[in-house]
Each structure stands twice: as structure tokens, then as C-alpha cells.
């Protein structure tokens, strides 16, 4: 029995396995791409500390982040830059190599500062700025789970066409 038998029988059942990781050396390895066209993954969730772990190790992102400060962004502002650009890209790949799928598949979700868990009208700013920034259709945003994460936002995020997952 191979290794990924298992997760077949799970994906034939109707599960719909999401890879929760994202990183630039993923996507240009193409490890990302090969696991999407295998069906070993469905969707990709992403946090804050998921990028902060891809922008410490390695240099894939040492060529942005010089290009970004001689630009004079701000560490929030480059940090936003190139996570917006990350899931843009794989947002793409699952366009591309997995169209049309079923459920909640196919997606990129990217996530609302969590410092801002208790600010209603923040998250909704952040969630419509993360929207425009990344402007792909096949992406989440997710906003925390919290009373005023919960109590609008949905609503609002519906009236800006997006896709939220809380």
C-alpha cells in the first residue's frame, strides 16, 4: 500500500484535504503545483505564523524584500506585499490546475490580522483591502471568531462579494 492510498480513500469519500502551508520556496519548487495535480490537496490555509516561519527560513524572498525596502515599504506594508503575492500565485495554480471544483475546493485563504479580533469595523477594512489586494475569485478571507468578528462581518463581507471563513 503506498502513501498516499490513504488519503485516496479519504479524498474518494468526499473529504477534501487542505495543505496548511505556504511559502514561496513551495511554490517555486513546484511542490505546490505536483500536490494540486495529484489531488493530495484540495486547498491551502494560511496564518501569520505560517509566513513568518516561510520568511525566516531560506532566501526565496530575499529578492522581494530587498526590492521592497529600496521602494521605502514599511516591514507591515512588505510583509502584506509578499504574502498577498504568495497567495495570489497559488491562488492562480488552483485556477489553472484544478478547475472547476467541487465544494469549498480550489481555494487560497488568507487571514485577517488577528490583533484586530475585536474590531469589527478593522476586519472588515482588512478583510476588503486583502480582498482587492490578492483580487483572485478562489480565495478566502478569514476573520476571527470572535462577537464582533461574528456579529457583521459576514454580512458585509457578502455585500463586498467575498469569501470568508470564520
Same mark, same amino acid.
Given at each position: 500500500?503506498?502513501?498516499?492510498q $490513504? ?8 473529504v477534501?484535504?487542505?495543505?496548511d502551508?505556504l ?8 511542490n ?9 490537496v ?5 496564518? $501569520? ?10 532566501? =526565496? ?9 529600496a ?11 509578499? !504574502?498577498?503575492d ?11 490546475l484544478?478547475?472547476?471544483p $467541487? ?10 490580522? $488577528?490583533r ?6 478593522g476586519?472588515?477594512?482588512q ?5 482587492r ?5 478562489n ?5 476571527? =471568531? ?15 462579494s467575498a469569501? !470568508?471563513?470564520?
Amino acid at each position: 500500500m503506498s502513501a498516499d492510498q $490513504p488519503l485516496a480513500r479519504i479524498v474518494a469519500s468526499g473529504v477534501s484535504p487542505w495543505l496548511d502551508d505556504l511559502s514561496r520556496a513551495r511554490l517555486r519548487s513546484g511542490n505546490l503545483a505536483e500536490l494540486i495535480q495529484s489531488g493530495r490537496v484540495l486547498g491551502v490555509t494560511t496564518n $501569520p505564523t505560517i509566513f513568518d516561519k516561510a520568511l525566516a527560513e531560506g532566501d =526565496a524572498y530575499d529578492e522581494s524584500v530587498a526590492a521592497l525596502a529600496a521602494e521605502g515599504a514599511d516591514v507591515e506594508q512588505a510583509v502584506r506585499t509578499l !504574502t498577498t503575492d504568495d497567495v495570489r500565485e497559488a491562488a492562480d495554480l488552483f485556477a489553472r490546475l484544478l478547475p472547476g471544483p $467541487p465544494h469549498g475546493d480550489g481555494r487560497v485563504s488568507i487571514e485577517v490580522d $488577528p490583533r484586530l479580533a475585536h474590531d469589527t469595523d478593522g476586519t472588515i477594512a482588512q478583510a476588503r483591502e486583502l480582498w482587492r489586494l490578492v483580487g483572485r475569485p478562489n480565495v478566502y478571507i478569514k476573520i476571527p =471568531a470572535t462577537p464582533e468578528g461574528c456579529s457583521r462581518s459576514p454580512r458585509r463581507s457578502r455585500r463586498a462579494s467575498a469569501s !470568508t471563513r470564520r
